[in-house]
């Protein structure tokens, strides 16, 4: 216990989940009346603060704790809920906290004036508490839950302008995606209960990192046997979630889309926190990998990393460049995962949570003030195209530094913590080929790759917003010019630009190792470190960023640009591979038409079948009607008309003629006399 | 008299109360109508709260209770015997749950049904008489009385959609009242086939008592429906298999099941609000009521054997229902095909012989309950204001009627599973118990989980496509300017109704527990009894 806080820390982090809570539902009960988000913000600075004091320095470093109560009992089975607090739920805990702080205080600028403000409080409110839930949360069921809460509460925030159909769009395309990860997340779920009989995180992976199985007779941990088929379906079903919520290849499609939502949304949600809830689930069930497994992660994830770099590069969307960055960086850290040094995923997850929230908060500070422009000289133009940017370090000289901080922090310059990070990653995979040996070389070399495309497509993004000469020069007047950003945008932004640097996470500029997110979990992974590595990597990694941003330079600042337009390469890049008009032809008419194909057979075949068999029970009543108006009845009517026609005939005898008689009288004895001799 | 017997035949109390009113103070009918249900809903929250959990009701008759047992019907038919009847009625935590269900989605019906104008006394009378069923069905425990609730719910059903409902009303509700009856005259002949079996053992005589059916020490050696020793055959069936069948069918048809569902769209199209939530909300679960009690109860060595076919009956109804629903352009429509796929979860459910699974499936059914009870009243508000619910013929409605979207995507999100809710407590552990049950032997593979949780998502696209297309984008109603000013946002009363569905929907997804502590013991009782024939 630290003398710093007079509260248990489980006491403490129960208070940084229930804080954003209670203020979502007070704005919810207020609605309009409050608009300032003044709720949401003490909130979530109260979270922070006692994230930070409270449960991050007392539990960081320390054993871990937990806290369970019975949630509800099925049959012989309790499932429970909880926290569970320890290194890898406190340090993320306390990430997300200490983002949000900043973007909170950003969005009461950005937000400012938007009809829906009091919507936008209380859905950054919800998303707050469900991020901080997923966090710490102790059993898997819980952790689902708040997982889906968290898709929920993206998914209100892309539909933030409901009004507009991309947006719509986009938030629909997001939830269904994330779905298909969920479902993957339920069966490996459901996988895990069935086989090991229980969901909570403490019982299944001991502290030394083994999943365990309940006990043996002896009293010892059964290990479960990893070579299982099972594990490695539960194994995948796993990374399926991971995929769709950290938006990993082909899953990835909903998170450019995703951009729809406010800028300062998609600097919290879409770059720093929830995207990368998928890496975080993916470390807390790390000892449930097997070798197949990892294999898969670590392929997608250079996959992933690999085709964000690609269609980042021809974006012009600012926003746009950063969310395929986004999606590159996390197939970093989900490569981080899959060779095992999932410590570095972690660290990588940390450094990008502040330099890639800077990024959006800054473009969203361009795009304000180019919003703000073209409302003041009435111009039609795109604001968050970085086509009709340029020059603009010229008006926005604070936004322009700490972008640039941002970026280089991105690209992995040295003394910014993405050197740090990007290289532990990178060294870790290149340690881990050399042990596996030859085809596996492919990974580190992609990765090594995809660092200097990430080098250009962030110079290329500087370059373009803010050198060079501003493409709407024609009508900048002295009244009418873009403005810095208001100082409640540049100071959130300024704080976080800090913490692109390296000291916030190691004293030593240079050596991942030394840095205390590294130190504390320091996972072991099956390969030997490599001394040369260690110096060759990053040297090439400077050198290549230093090529690749001069590069840019003359490409873009100087103008000398060699490719066409028109090039197919470029088109590819920039239509995102044609991976979304794929996926509309196939899966998306696909299912439709399915849809429809049933609907038609339900309609025809089988409500026709009852209509069928309405239409024979009808036809044979009327069978049987003929039968009975013809047959039965006719017989009926065939008898009472013969005898009626009998006594028709009959009746002509007595006809009351005298001589009719005596004529009748006379045949009769005729006929008599005649028998009689012919007998 | 006993509180189970005042809570079934109150509303009968109130329908001989508004027959014998003078059409002159009609106006008093909903609001004699609405003190009974609420008084029901209190003797029934009452019941709720001094229910014994930890007893398991199913085949042991301590287990029951607030049991009543009176000789109903005695006659002496010679060499046959002495025909038996009880009223014998009684509620373990298969029940109990169902009935507080139905008090409650009583009175979102009689809340719906308050602009009625037209003939609302035989509208109320007739209300009050399927109240009074319903309750009887999920109370009586023997097997004749079942019969004659079950029968008598029809009637008002048949008038209630013939009379009230939409242009097509006479077409659907007999189309349902001929569906519903198929299945129950197959199910008098095997009542009386197990009547002919069954003997009460201290009386000696035959015996409509449902649970004495359940106890194989009952059934006389030899005889058609005989446990032991029975070589009887129909058409090559042994003689239980088609017991088990024809009961399964009668069931099924009210759960509906896909191909017996055709009936439901079109019912539910043409029934007025009020009768839609009833019949979603209590009808539909009366199959998987019947099917727990009675096909299970009789017959759990069949039910240990045909649970594959079952289950895939639910999984074909899932991912059926599912697509039918995203075909659809009749928001009605579209949510009584959703309620075909999430009735299929109660049947996978139900198939998965499992702990998780059986809870899953009950507890889907009271979520469904209310839910789809808020679902379809949320669809009635929509067509009392414009008499369309054609969904193309909407767009924006979120900047016309805020509130009201507020609520439509609060269930719609409930509906498709969102956690918090809950519908995802039960779908989820459908789907957990689906695949627990290949480690459980039951006989339900593992692939049929997988194509459950494949309805989840297709649930999550019909309901925010719906959404997307309806609520969000731009204003562009049908009906212009008329409709804009016509389409006016939840008046007190509807926010009156829908508010305990949605929160009760809400509370029960974070305290499941509610539901769970009741129906655990019987649930246990239950796999019990089918165990020894797995």
């Known amino acids: 216990m630290n003398e710093l806080s007079p509260i248990s820390p489980s006491v403490a982090s129960l208070l940084v989940v229930l804080l954003p809570f209670l203020a979502c539902v007070v704005q919810a009960l207020l609605g309009r009346k409050s608009i300032s988000g003044n709720i949401s913000l003490i909130a979530i600075v109260s979270s922070a603060l006692l994230s930070f004091f409270a449960v991050f320095l007392p539990v960081w470093g320390n054993s871990p704790m937990a806290e369970r109560i019975t949630w509800f009992t099925i049959g012989q089975t309790s499932f429970e809920v909880g926290l569970l607090l320890n290194n890898l739920t406190v340090l993320m805990q306390l990430i997300v906290c200490v983002v949000a702080v900043p973007v909170h205080i950003y969005s009461r600028y950005y937000m400012k004036g938007d009809s829906g403000i009091h919507r936008y409080w209380m859905y950054l409110s919800l998303f707050c508490f469900a991020m901080l839930g997923l966090s710490i949360s102790i059993n898997l069921l819980q952790l689902y839950v708040f997982w889906e809460l968290v898709g929920f509460a993206s998914y209100l925030m892309i539909g933030f302008w409901f009004t507009r159909d991309a947006a719509v769009q986009a938030n629909k395309k997001a939830f269904l995606i994330n779905r298909i990860g969920d479902l993957g997340f339920l069966i490996g779920i459901a996988l895990v209960y069935s086989h090991v009989g229980t969901l909570d995180i403490v019982a299944l992976f001991d502290q ?166 073209k409302a003041q000289t009435n111009l039609d133009f795109d604001p968050q195209d970085i086509r009709n940017m340029g020059g603009l370090r010229r008006y926005m000289p604070k936004t322009y530094v700490c972008m640039s901080i941002a970026a280089l922090a991105l690209a992995g310059f040295p003394l910014t913590s993405g050197y740090l990070s990007k290289d532990s990653i990178v060294v870790s995979a290149y340690e881990w080929a050399s042990t596996a040996g030859g085809f596996y070389f492919v990974i580190p070399v992609t990765l090594i790759i995809v660092s200097l495309l990430t080098a250009f497509y962030i110079g290329r993004l500087i370059f373009k917003t803010f050198f060079g000469s501003f493409a709407m020069q024609s009508s900048v007047t002295a009244h009418n010019r873009p403005h810095e950003a208001p100082a409640g945008m540049w100071w959130p932004m300024s704080v976080l630009s800090i913490c692109c640097f390296f000291p916030v996470f190691g004293l030593h500029p240079l050596a991942y190792h030394q840095t205390w997110i590294i130190q504390t979990f320091h996972a072991r992974p099956g390969f030997t470190e490599q001394e040369t590595a260690h110096l060759i990597i ?78 024979t029970t009808q036809q044979l009543a009327r069978l049987i009607h003929w039968f009975d108006a013809n047959i039965v009845d006719g017989i009926v009517n065939w008898i009472a008309n013969g005898t009626y026609y009998m006594g028709h005939l009959v009746r002509q005898v007595q006809n009351g003629q005298l001589q009719n008689y005596l004529g009748f009288a006379l045949t009769i004895v005729i006929l008599g006399i005649l028998y009689l001799i012919i007998k | 008299m006993g509180l189970l017997t005042i809570l079934i035949f109150l509303p009968l109390l109130a329908t001989l109360l508004i027959l014998a009113l003078p059409i002159s103070v009609r106006n008093s009918y909903k609001y004699i109508a609405l003190a009974f249900t609420l008084l029901q809903f209190a003797l029934s929250a009452y019941m709720y709260s001094n229910f014994d959990d930890s007893l398991g009701g199913i085949h042991n008759y301590e287990g029951y209770q607030y049991v009543e047992q009176l000789p109903w019907i005695r006659l002496d038919l010679g060499t046959i015997g002495i025909l038996e009847i009880d009223y014998f009625v009684g509620i373990d935590g298969v029940s109990l749950p169902l009935l507080v269900l139905s008090t409650l989605v009583m009175l979102m019906g009689i809340g719906a049904s308050w602009n009625i104008q037209k003939s609302t006394k035989g509208y109320y009378a007739l209300l009050m008489l399927l109240n009074m069923a319903v309750m009887g069905i999920f109370a009586a425990l023997d097997f004749f009385l079942f019969y004659v609730f079950y029968e008598v719910m029809l009637l008002p059903l048949y008038f209630l959609i013939g009379i009230w409902g939409g242009d097509r009303r006479e077409y659907a509700a007999i189309k349902f009242f001929i569906y519903t009856l198929l299945g129950s005259v197959l199910m008098l002949l095997v009542i009386v086939g197990l009547y002919f079996s069954v003997i009460n053992p201290t009386t000696g005589a035959h015996s409509f008592n449902m649970l004495l059916m359940m106890d194989p020490a009952n059934y006389i050696d030899g005889s058609f429906f005989g446990f032991i020793s029975n070589y009887h055959e129909l058409f090559g069936v042994p003689s239980r298999w088609i017991g088990f069948a024809v009961l399964f069918f009668a069931f099924a048809i009210k759960v509906p099941i896909v191909p017996l569902h055709t009936w439901l769209p079109d019912a539910h199209v043409e029934a007025p609000t009020p009768v839609s939530i009833i019949l979603a909300g209590i009808l539909l679960k009366i199959g998987g009521y019947g099917i727990i009690r009675v096909c299970y109860g009789i017959f759990p060595d069949i039910a240990a054997n045909s649970n594959y076919w079952l289950a895939l009956i639910g999984v074909i109804s899932i991912l059926y229902g599912a697509f039918n629903a995203l075909a659809q352009k009749d928001l009605k429509r579209m949510i009584a095909y959703s309620s075909v796929s999430h009735m299929g979860f109660v049947l996978l459910g139900i198939a998965s012989l499992t702990a998780e699974g059986l809870s899953g499936a009950m507890f889907q059914m009271i979520s469904h309950g209310f839910l789809s009870a808020a679902l379809f009243f949320l669809v009635g508000v929509l067509y009392d204001r414009v008499h369309d619910r054609y969904i193309y013929h909407f767009r924006g409605l979120a900047s016309i009627m805020p509130k009201y979207t507020a609520y439509v995507a609060l269930a719609f999100f409930a509906s498709l599973g969102l956690p918090g809710f809950s519908a995802f407590i039960g779908e989820a552990f459908v789907i957990i118990g689906a695949f627990n049950a290949e480690s459980m032997a039951t006989g339900v593979p593992r692939w049929m989980a997988i194509g459950g949780s494949i309805g989840i998502l297709l649930s999550a696209a019909y309901f925010l496509w719906t959404l997307q297309r309806m609520f969000f984008g731009k204003i562009r109603v049908k009906g212009g300017q008329a409709w804009q000013e016509a389409l006016t946002d939840l008046s007190r009363r509807e926010q009156l109704i829908l508010f305990p569905a949605l929160a009760l929907a809400l509370i029960l997804g974070i305290m499941p527990s509610l539901v769970f502590s009741k129906i655990n013991a019987s649930v246990l009782q239950l796999i019990d009894l089918i165990q020894p024939y797995l």
């Not at chain 1, 949570?353 to 919003?371: Q, S």
């Not at chain 1, 197919?568 to 998306?588: C, D, K, M, S, T």
């Not at chain 1, 696909?590 to 026709?608: E, N, Q």
């Open chain 1, 208 to 373: 030394t990192g083994r999943f365990v199985q309940g006990l043996t007779e002896t009293g010892g941990l059964q290990v479960v046997q990893k070579d299982n088929t099972w594990v490695t379906l539960a194994g995948l079903a796993f990374f399926l979630g991971a995929m769709a919520k950290s938006a990993q290849f082909p899953l990835h499609v909903w998170l450019p889309d995703a951009m729809e939502g406010p800028t300062s949304v998609s600097s919290l949600i879409h770059a720093a926190t929830m995207v990368a809830a998928g890496v975080f689930l993916l470390c807390t069930v790390f000892p449930l990998f097997n070798a197949t497994s990892l294999l898969v992660i670590t392929a997608i994830g250079t996959i992933t990393a690999l085709s964000g770099a690609v269609f980042a590069l021809a974006q012009y969307d600012i926003k746009k460049i950063l969310a395929f960055s986004t999606i590159s960086q996390l197939g970093f850290m989900i490569v981080g995962v899959g060779i095992g040094a999932w410590d570095t995923a972690l660290f990588h997850l940390a450094t990008h949570a502040f330099f890639k929230c800077l990024l959006f908060l800054a473009a969203g500070a361009v795009i304000h003030e180019m919003a703000h422009f």
């Open chain 1, 538 to 615: 990053p040297i090439v990694l400077t050198v290549g960023t230093l090529l690749a941003l001069l590069l840019g330079w003359f490409w873009y600042v100087k103008n000398r640009y060699p490719i066409s337009q028109q090039n197919r390469w470029i088109r590819f890049a920039n239509r995102q591979g044609y991976l979304n008009e794929f996926n509309e032809l196939v899966f998306i008419k696909g299912t439709v038409g399915l849809s429809r194909l049933l609907y038609a057979f339900d309609r025809h075949v089988v409500d026709g079948a009852t209509k069928l068999f309405t239409w």
